[in-house]
């Protein structure tokens, strides 16, 4: 591989520098360094980041392979600057054995454009009832060190508390998607003042933040850590702040959508607005930009769920749930949290990098922009607007829910150890 | 009046009681010997049902019949329409055969503002009730005859109801009419009292524009006008309430009860009643309850509807219009 | 902008006095032809007609010193031009209790032009009965046929151009009684 030097990029937006990377590595960081013998990205105004890492992504690989394959799923990774995703486990088959999960983790690095990090289901088939072979995944050549029924939530308190004991021996983490199930039969929105006018069923708040504070105390009991998937509520945030203070090890991420959108638009009864959990209020908007800013919400991962268009091209009701993410996190993050003052580049990188790197284990990944590092980095136009063209994804749905609106920042270069996955906005 | 009728909310005072006045001059139809006017004459409606409801259909396709439109009854159940992934399916390939309305009942909310918003379809679309969301017709239809037992018949055209106060009795969680009543009775000015157990209050509803309270005894006495909903004895099983019988004893209505009401009040009922549960046999032969004018009603009030929406080039325009031969 | 007034150029035809003079005699010339007017019915076709069927009704009882039958014929919903405007708000139709079957109807309206309001009327009139006989009173007819329909009793012949319009303007809802020839407002 030969050397590329990023010229005068704002490195984790601060003061212009010159990366250089040579093969695999970052080989130096500093003003004026030499271009000699190699290939030169002129980045003047744009911020360099280190690749980003979505601890919660849908590559529906294996069994839903018209909504999405690793091939594309990564394809869209690497367009919207990430450098690792973590690939749910509610595939078809489920990914709760090594078998699954080392396919998964195999065609990801048989792609190349971004390194795929399986997580393993918790239960069997996800069904809340028998542990799955939660060693086993670890042992394989997936490594996996993330445990999760998302989609679905661990909601047994027993079998929840075996797993956070058990994956205690080797260090997992159990990430649980928190909806408590009997307070959500029949939900299909936020419940509140828009699900009452518009007759949809109601998701409770409650019902995400009865399993937080459970699980947190599980957590606290049996000495071990818990991550919260896409928290989304205000009430939520402050059972992780609660428990930080106790010093529980929790972590917890954010959806981008969580963060921008809010159930109003469920008016429009427009199914690209259904997601899981739902869109709620301006308040818990608000109060998920604060916590992301404070760091009581850890993470941005999100929770890229590619669907047909078929299964959004229909009534509220029979829609699937759930939003493509991957292409978009980064300008929408842009928008709530850089653009009105809540964070800084260096926070954006800290959010979508090293924290999620951390809390998966992703060796190599989330390190900082500096020499002896490997080169997986993040070019980003901060200065550009444009409106969303789903048409342009590189995912294969297109069911996002900014389709039309103008949002701020475009990638314009990834690379992964070194290798340039995408250039100029478009993927190699 | 907008192009399609999806909510009782999308209605100005003045649309509403435009209906109101037409339906007034449609029920006049159903005294004559003909009972039937050309004016649709032409127009193909589709009565599109993805959901069991013999009685609002026939009401349509009477309503339709008389005005002399063609009538296609298209029931989703039986056929190979089940679930909603074929709604666009369905209302592609009835609009390819010249549709000009869908009136459309789905058991999902929102599946009528799909099928008119999302460019599946050029024709009119009338909600004929969906999901717990809305039923405008019925609202209007039970509008109509609080209008006409309240005011007259004559006495009510061009009258809204202002100050009536009106209760609603029942599941209001579960409830499209209860909506539908809610948005439409407030944009004619009356004072709407909700009164459920709490179980079946949805949560949110502090913005809509009426009263709640968790006492029928109290709220009788002043009201104009007394709707009992249909309780449907599986809430039970969902524990709503604890028994039919406790429900019944808190929020049936029964002679007792009725004697409580201001003499001029009615009772009314969508329909189905569930005679025992919110409504005693007495009080639903009373000469006080209107179920069966409700009915007679709804036809005159679809036929005001589908004359005011596709009767002309466009739908009509509510402000008064200067004519000049 | 053009403040122009339309009313302002609209000359008078016939005055109140004039359609009262012309009314009564239309009701002379039914007792007349209908023999003593026994079985008529007199049916106003909203606006106007009904008011001038009002009016002929109480001359007839004048001069037959019986009360005549007089009621509203809506023909809103058999227009024949009901697609090429967004739908009109309807008009009461109100039949006689003894209604229409076997009577001598005399339709009753303000102007006469295309004939198409008529032939809306007859149609109407076929779903609510079978009239001995149709006769067709109207205030003014200002020519322009388009059907072949003709007057049985009219108040004044206006040879009017098309570029004219005629406006009847009668005490119940307007407050004076007048006919006005004006110019067609042209799109400004």
């Not at chain 1, 409770?204 to 606290?220: G, K, M, N, Q, T």
């Not at chain 1, 919400?297 to 009534?315: L, R, S, Y």
Request: with cysteine.
């Amino acid at each position: 591989m030969s050397k590329i030097l990023i010229r005068g990029a704002k490195v984790l937006g601060g003061e212009p520098q010159d990366v250089l990377i040579d093969g695999g590595t970052i080989a130096e960081v500093g003003s004026g360094l030499s271009a000699e013998g190699a290939e030169i990205v002129e980045a003047e105004g744009k911020v360099l980041l280190p690749g980003l890492v979505d601890l919660h992504t849908h590559l529906r690989e294996p069994g839903r392979e018209d909504s999405e394959t690793v091939l594309t799923g990564t394809r869209a990774a690497a367009s919207g600057g990430y450098t690792t995703v973590f690939a749910m486990a509610n595939t078809f088959p489920v990914a709760d054995t090594a078998g699954v999960v080392e396919q998964v983790w195999r065609l990801g690095k048989e792609h190349g454009y971004c390194d795929v990090q399986p997580i393993g289901a918790v239960t069997v088939g996800l069904e809340g009832r028998k542990l799955a072979e939660l060693g086993a995944m670890h042992e394989s050549a997936a490594g996996v060190t993330v445990f999760s029924d998302d989609g679905k939530c661990v909601h047994d308190a027993v079998i929840m508390r075996r797993a956070l004991e058990y994956v205690k021996a080797f260090g997992g983490v159990v990430a649980q998607h928190a909806q408590e199930p009997r307070l959500t039969e029949g939900a299909e929105m936020n419940e509140g003042v828009v699900s009452a006018e518009l007759g949809l069923g109601g998701w409770p708040a409650v019902a995400e933040e009865s399993i937080i504070a459970r699980d947190v105390l599980l957590a606290d009991h049996v000495g071990s850590r818990v991550h919260i998937c896409h928290l989304s509520t205000a009430g939520s945030v402050e059972i992780v702040r609660w428990a930080k203070s106790r010093g529980i090890a929790v972590t917890a991420e954010v959806t981008p959508h969580h963060l921008l959108l809010t159930d109003e638009l469920v008016r429009t009864y427009n199914p690209v607005f259904k997601v899981n959990p739902p869109l709620r209020t301006e308040r818990d908007v608000m109060a998920l930009r604060e916590a992301l800013a404070d760091g009581t919400i850890d993470i941005v991962a999100t929770d890229h769920a590619p669907h047909p268009h078929e299964d959004k091209d229909c009534e509220w009701a029979a829609a699937a749930m759930g939003m493509v993410g991957l292409e978009t996190a980064l300008s929408v993050v842009q928008e709530t949290m850089v653009d009105t003052g809540l964070l800084d580049w260096a926070g954006v990188a800290d959010r979508m990098s090293f924290k999620p790197a951390q809390i998966g284990q992703a060796k190599g990944h989330g390190r900082p922009v500096s020499a002896g590092e490997p080169a997986n980095l993040t070019l980003v136009d901060t200065a550009y607007r444009g409106s969303v063209d789903p048409a342009g994804f590189a995912s294969r749905s297109r069911n996002t829910p900014y389709e039309g609106r103008e949002l701020p920042g475009r990638v314009t270069h990834t690379w992964l150890r070194g290798k340039a996955t995408l250039v100029d906005g478009k993927l190699t | 009046m907008q192009r399609h009728l999806i909510s009782a909310a999308d209605l100005t005072r003045d649309d509403a009681v435009l209906i109101l006045d037409t339906a007034e001059e449609m029920a006049r139809v159903a005294d004559r010997p003909i009972k039937k006017l050309p004016t649709l004459r032409g127009r193909t409606i589709v009565n599109l049902f993805f959901e069991d409801s013999t009685r609002t259909r026939i009401s349509f396709e009477a309503a339709e019949k008389r005005l002399s439109a063609d009538v296609i009854n298209f029931s989703a159940k039986g056929s190979s329409v089940s679930k909603g992934e074929s709604l666009k399916d369905t209302a592609q390939t009835l609009e390819a055969m010249g549709v000009d309305a869908v009136v459309i009942r789905h058991g999902a909310s929102g599946a009528p503002y799909r099928l008119a918003n999302s460019g599946w379809i050029d024709a009119a679309v009338v909600n004929a009730g969906d999901g717990t969301h809305q039923h405008p017709t019925q609202a209007l239809l039970d509008a109509f005859t609080m209008r006409r037992r309240l005011i007259g018949p004559d006495a009510g055209i061009g009258q809204d109801l202002e100050g009536r106060r009106i209760t609603i009795v029942g599941d209001v969680l579960h409830s499209r009419v209860a909506r539908s009543n809610v948005d439409l009775l407030h944009t004619l000015g009356a004072e709407v009292t909700l009164v459920a157990p709490p179980t079946l209050v949805p949560v949110g509803i502090e913005s809509w524009p009426c009263e709640v309270s968790y006492d029928l005894d109290s709220t009788l006495p002043k009201s104009d006008a007394v709707m009992m909903l249909r309780v449907q004895r599986e809430r039970m099983n969902a524990a709503f309430f604890p028994t039919e019988r406790e429900y019944s004893r808190r929020y049936g209505l029964d002679g007792d009860r009725m004697a409580r009401m201001p003499e001029h009040a009615v009772v009314m009922h969508p329909g189905p009643m569930v005679r025992g549960m919110e409504i005693t046999a007495e009080v639903a032969d009373s000469d006080r309850c209107t179920v069966v004018e409700q009915v007679a009603n709804g036809v005159s009030i679809r036929m005001a509807v589908l004359y005011l929406l596709l009767g002309g080039n466009e739908p009509a325009v509510t402000q008064t219009r200067t004519e000049e031969k | 902008m053009d403040t122009h007034d339309s009313q302002s150029d609209a000359r008078p035809v016939l005055e109140g006095p004039d359609i009262a003079r012309v009314l009564t005699r239309i009701a002379h010339e039914i007792v007349e032809r209908a023999k003593g007017a026994d079985d008529v019915v007199l049916l106003g076709i909203p606006t106007r007609g009904v008011f001038l069927a009002r009016r002929i009704a109480d001359k007839l009882e004048q001069i037959t010193e019986r009360k005549v039958p007089c009621g509203s014929l809506d023909i809103t919903m058999y227009r024949d031009d009901l697609r090429m405007h967004p739908p009109r708000a309807l008009a009461r139709t109100e039949i006689p209790g003894d209604g229409i079957d076997g009577k001598l109807v005399v339709l009753v309206d303000d102007v006469l032009f295309s004939g198409r309001t008529i032939r809306a009327a007859l149609d109407a009139l076929n779903d609510i009965g079978r009239p001995r006989a149709v006769q067709l009173a109207v205030l003014v007819d200002r020519g322009h046929r388009e059907l072949p329909i003709r007057a049985d009793y009219v108040g004044k012949n206006l040879p009017t151009s098309l570029r004219e319009t005629v406006k009847v303007q009668l005490a119940e809802e307007d407050g004076r009684d007048t006919v006005l020839l004006g110019a067609k407002q042209t799109a400004q």
